[in-house]
């Protein structure tokens, strides 16, 4: 049997924001992010049997140290036991509209009156919620195991930004209210036409993005002349109109990058793109890969070259994870690493970014 159902959990939360939502696997994301719910699993494991890792440097990495503390002590806070919680757990629906339906939920407690269950996400997005997803999870573990369950909690632990993360209670009322919701879903996705596509979310992680009709319409719009002069005119904008075109350039960067994406598949398959009337071609160029010096061979060249050592000591670098690395290869670590760590670091003033809540 497959690893991925056809409507799988992890799809709900797209269909619901655009039935024509077709998922495109992999990505350098996607692996990324399978690294990271490893890790995630392998901190509930850990903490469920009381032992106490490292608190990683890593941001995303820390992240899923974080939400598996949070998940374990969100467990004892309902009064149940940690060594009951499951992780990377296959569950199935077994009864209703969507029986058969099943996914793998990052992880899973229940005592029978209560069902947890509980997905890490790598990256917060402001613009996906997975309520749907997890409402599927725990839809699955009652129908299977947990019948007479009254009460229901969805956590949700980002990676990226932990301070994101939410707990959310439902009774079994608001739960199946929301099942229903996906099972007539998916039954109006089968009917659904090119018309009902929706600019969301989800659209970049869509297989259908490169010709989608909502991401086609957006670039229609960008073709009239009134467009043009938006930046100019930006300070007499009223405030919901620049909201409206940020969601326009932000569509229209997806649509420029599933063009590009495109282009270079067919040059990759040998395929010319030109236009020679108009003298426009774009061919493949080769870029040589970043150059890494090994510090102990480059420090011996550089000296037999006559460079003096404290010049080159005032170029060399080393990350913060190496340092810490180091100091727990001589038996320091925790709170006490972290300090002398900080002790010899520069510490930059961090970035502000815009995103869409």
Known sequence: MSDH??????????????????????????????????LFAH????????????????????GAYEGAKALVATVEALGGNKGDIRT????????????????????VWTDGETILVCDFKTFWNPSRKYDAQLAGYAW????????????????????DNPSKSYVQR????????????????????????????????????CERNTTCPSLRKVAEAVT?????????????????????????????SKWADAVRE??????????????????????LQHRS???????????TMLVGRGVDGEAIKARLSIKATDVKDLLKSVGIKGKVADELVESVSDVGNGSTVMVRG
């Open 224 to 252: 009239k002349p009134i467009y043009a002069s938006i930046p100019a005119q930006w300070e007499t904008l009223p405030v919901e109109v620049k909201a409206q075109m940020l969601v326009l350039a932000e569509t229209v």
């Open 88 to 107: 990377e757990t296959r569950v199935e629906i077994k009864e209703g509209a969507l029986e058969g339906v099943y996914g793998t939920a990052d992880a």
């Open 43 to 62: 901190f509930v494991e850990s903490t469920k049997v009381g032992f106490e890792a490292d608190i990683p440097d890593d941001l995303h990495a820390r």
């Open 170 to 205: 439902l009774n079994v009322m608001s739960l199946k209210e929301i099942v229903d919701t996906v099972a007539e879903a998916r039954i109006d996705r089968l009917a659904a036409t090119d018309n009902d596509a929706t600019q969301c979310g989800w659209c970049e992680l």
């Open 262 to 283: 495109k282009a270079k598949e067919d040059l990759l398959n040998g395929e010319a793109i030109e236009d020679e009337a108009n003298g426009i071609r774009y061919v």
């Open 140 to 159: 699955a573990v009652m129908t299977a195991e947990a019948p007479e369950a009254t009460d229901v909690v969805l956590m949700v632990c980002y990676g």
């Open 5 to 38: 159902h056809e409507f799988g959990m992890s799809k709900w939360p797209a269909v619901l924001d655009c039935l024509c939502f077709k998922g495109r696997e992999g990505g350098k994301d996607a692996a990324f992010g399978t690294e990271k719910h490893e």
């Open 289 to 299: 890969g970043r150059k890494t010096p090994r510090p102990v061979d480059a420090w």
